[in-house]
């Protein structure tokens, strides 16, 4: 697929045991239609073709010489996929239970397993031999296929689509063969499995397979045995599994076999494993091997969903939890700033709109963990020109109901005698007129902190900070910015949660508060009504949290994004708008730096944060001309 996404399946047929020939015919009907549906990756359960429940017919050259047999015939069913197929292999005197690697109509690899388990319903070491040399080779079909498990299978036209193979038990051993793999630089694992079923062993299975693909930061693609199986003492599920950095993309129902796809973002892993930057080339020495494969999927639709608000979790239970975690984050982080300064109160400036709202419940949440009254917050709303009635009286009331100290400074004089002195005409409503009014909302806050003995509690956003909308040395700065690394999707779900927690008559203003138009105020009203929209002039931040999660979080380039975009957002913003406000966001990402370069200390709560400090260093001036070329191509 396009835009380093692989189109991966788990298999699950129902077999006869030992009835190679019929299991074969059905191996082919999958291979048929995984490649129907453009999948490049194809991977079936452990001894799938003769089932794994053969017990000592396993020793029998009637099975093991019609399994050899069917998997040639299978092996010249695939084209242009990779295919991973359960079967028995003879190799000096020797039996192993492998994965046979298919493509190109050829078999060109088999993958042994490493540990194999001899308790409780398991004795496969009656059967089998474990692997746990180096790689070699074995004749099959007349010709020296390589052999081993140190086998990398990359492809030829997509680099970052490089497989590995292991099977069952290899990961539930305390040190599974697909960690070495991973080092060695395969980005999808495979496990070819026969793992029967018992009362709470999904649940353990599905939180194995996510924590290895964590773990290795890789795919990983669980194929599991099903119907068919012998039930003489096991049954088995089919549970076939795929996950990516330890999310599940998708799973299958429990005994219903079938075919189980998704698409895993090799690029994006990729990108994540620089990132971190524990992969090294040195471990790819040491005694992997290299196979070359072709996979030409055509699928060009992806199956797995994007998300629209990739910062904010599904399902109310789980995006209760995240904000109850997310809160109580800021108010430690801010807890403990109170603590080492010794500050006699913290100050607040409250515009009734959601970042400063945020920040005055985050405020009154860390003074009462420190057993302190709310009322040694200081809440200020400073209006001037561009107030509305509406936020004004938001900004009261929701100061009154949170039983902070309120303060109304109104600034309008004090900025009316600023333009007098720098000689600036008040009818003039350009930058200097708005952000005079930004900075002396700043001086206030600061002076009403140095009078008080406390420290000023910045608002700011962490979209506000990726588009550089604040003001420099105004709204820009404070002595801790507790939303620092909230984006501004978010922020509402938070606000929303602590609404329904306080509940009556605080619930209702911060319920206003969320209706209320994003907007700086800093232009006069029109009709009473806010006349400066935020989005109007930058962009829906629906579009720019998604742009920076997937640019900064997952290493997208510019068609990625977009791409990603059209499918998140379907028809709510056609293409034109997409790229409109994506050449607008790397603009003003790049060109705004310096304004991050130099931001006051605030905690981070996810995993995008831009601290100069810790998670973001770019110079200010770099170019963003690299980007926006590639944008103006599409």
Known sequence: MKYGFVKAAAATPRIRV???????DAIIRMIGQAENAGVELLVFPELCLCGYTCGDLFGQDVLLGGAGEALARIAKATADMLV??????????????????????????????????????????????????????VSFGGKQVPFGTKLLFCSQNMREFTVAAELCEDLWAPMPPSASHALAGANILVNLSASNEAAGKAEYRRLLVCAQSAKTVSGYVYADAGDGESTTDLVFSGHDLLCENGAVLAESALFENGMTVSEIDVQMLAFERRRLNIFSE???????????????????????????????????????????????????????????TGAACAVVGVSGG?????????????????????????????????????????????????????????IATAVRTHFADIGHAEGVHNAAYENAQARMRTMVLMDIA?????????????????????????????????????????????????????????EQTLADILDTEISPELLPPEEGKIA????????????????????????????KVLFLAKLAFGSKYDKKTLKKWLK??????????????????????????????????????????LWLRQLEKL
Request: charged content about 20%; proline content about 5%.
């Open 450 to 506: 140095n009078d008080n003995g406390g420290f000023v509690i910045g608002t700011g956003d962490l979209s506000e900070l990726a588009l550089g909308w604040a003001t420099y040395n105004g709204d820009h700065m404070s002595m801790y910015g507790v939303n620092a690394s909230v984006p501004k999707t978010l922020i509402r779900f938070l606000i929303r949660h602590e609404a329904k927690r306080l509940g009556g008559a605080a």
């Open 354 to 410: 959601l970042d400063s709202s945020l920040a005055l419940l985050v405020a009154v949440r860390a003074f009462k963990s420190l057993g302190r009254s709310p009322k040694e917050v200081i809440a200020v709303t400073m209006p001037c020109f561009g107030t509305t009635d509406r936020t004004r009286e938001n900004s009261l009331r929701l100061m009154q109901e949170l039983g902070v100290t309120a303060r109304t400074v109104d």
């Open 584 to 625: 607008n966001f790397y603009s003003r990402f790049f060109s705004q730096q310096f304004k991050r370069s130099c931001l006051p200390d605030g905690v981070k709560v996810g995993s995008v944060a831009l601290s100069p400090r810790g998670d973001w260093r770019m110079p200010s001036d770099a170019s963003a001309a």
């Open 84 to 137: 991973f197929v359960g079967v028995p292999l003879r190799r000096g005197g020797a039996l192993y239970n492998c994965a046979a690697v298919l493509n190109g109509g050829e078999v060109i690899g088999f993958v042994p397993k490493s540990n194999l388990p001899n308790y409780g319903e398991f004795y496969e070491k009656r059967n089998f031999q474990a692997w746990n040399g180096e790689n070699t080779t």
């Open 532 to 559: 400066q929209k935020t989005e109007e002039l930058v962009g829906p931040y629906e579009l720019h949290d998604f742009y920076l999660y997937h640019i900064l979080r997952r290493g997208a380039d510019p068609a």
């Open 282 to 340: 040195a471990s790819a020495q040491q005694g992997y091997r290299t196979v070359p494969f072709f996979a030409g999927g055509q699928g060009e639709k992806l199956t797995r969903s994007i998300s629209p608000l990739p910062f904010v979790p599904q399902g109310e239970e789980e995006l209760g939890a995240r904000a109850e975690s997310i809160l109580a984050m800021q108010a430690a982080g801010l807890k403990k700033r109170i603590e080492h």
């Open 18 to 24: 030992v009835d190679v020939q019929y299991n074969a």
